[in-house]
């Protein structure tokens, strides 16, 4: 009972550890440098990202990178590949894979939006492998903490991960503090267990900023690891303070 009791903790613990590397290589590579260019990573922090994202997600960036610029140029529109306006955010919170599926396999989708993200000879070989990625990632797990553990630990990272996902794109755009005018809600709960992703209203205010804690109490992990990659030359923020975007609209203080 207790070697049970051990082994559930073990693989719970090494989930979220999993989980957590993963949403800092969405947030800070994907999401702030890649989509937005609100800083840029060393060559060495972009393999190292590149290399967690396939291992954890599977994810395609250029892919990844598409969709959400499509989200931004269309939020709550038609044409927004997610939007809990249009589709409800229940809807949005169960099938954000599938609606990010449709999107990222429409080959416009990724031709119009991530042109400057060419496929690379790295893409070819191994980064746009999404299914060797995701089995070489669970492989290592079994092989480090055994396949009880392992196994286990790939379930709870899978599930955590794109529960995490979708709650931004579904409850952060419908519940959550709006010190701005945007459709988007800031959520600290969820951004402790995102990487910083939960503080969207504010991302949506000021999409190039790489940082999305706006005030003394919002805290963004993400943000944390940019300023110690940063402290040692592996990453270069474009913008030295947070810039709203012209139509934001502070709503409160
Ligand atoms: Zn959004
Ligand atoms: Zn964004």
């Not at 955010?89 to 099938?95: F, L």
């Not at 980064?127 to 286990?152: C, T």
């Not at 794109?169 to 910083?196: C, D, E, V």
């Amino acid at each position: 009972m207790l070697n049970v009791v051990k082994i559930l903790l073990l693989a719970v613990l090494v989930g979220f550890s999993v989980t957590t590397l993963a949403n800092l290589g969405t947030t800070v590579y994907m999401h702030r440098a890649l989509a937005h260019k609100a800083l840029t990573l060393h060559p060495l922090a972009v393999f190292c990202a590149r290399l967690t994202i396939w291992l954890s997600t599977g994810i395609r960036p250029r892919q990844w990178v598409a969709v959400h610029r499509k989200h931004h140029a269309f939020t709550d529109q038609e044409g927004d590949p997610h939007s809990p306006v249009l589709l409800g955010w229940k809807n949005v919170q169960m099938r954000n894979v599938v609606l990010y599926r449709i999107s990222a396999n429409d080959p416009q989708t990724v031709e119009r939006y991530a042109k400057d993200l060419p496929q690379t000879r790295l893409d070819k070989i191994f980064f746009d492998r999404a299914l060797v990625g995701l089995g070489l990632g669970v492989a290592l797990l079994v092989f480090v903490f055994g396949p009880m553990v392992g196994l286990l630990a790939a379930v709870v990272h899978l599930n955590v991960y794109l529960a995490g996902s979708a709650a931004v794109n579904a409850i952060a755009h419908h519940f959550g503090r709006k010190p701005y005018a945007n459709g988007a809600g800031n959520l600290q709960w969820l951004a402790l267990l995102t990487a910083g992703e939960g503080l969207h209203n504010n991302h949506h205010a000021a999409p190039t900023s790489a940082r999305l804690s706006h005030r003394w109490y919002e805290l963004d992990p993400g943000w944390w690891l940019i300023r110690v990659l940063s402290s040692v030359k592996l990453a270069k923020v474009r913008l030295a303070t947070v810039r709203l975007k012209p139509s934001a609209h502070r709503v409160t203080v």
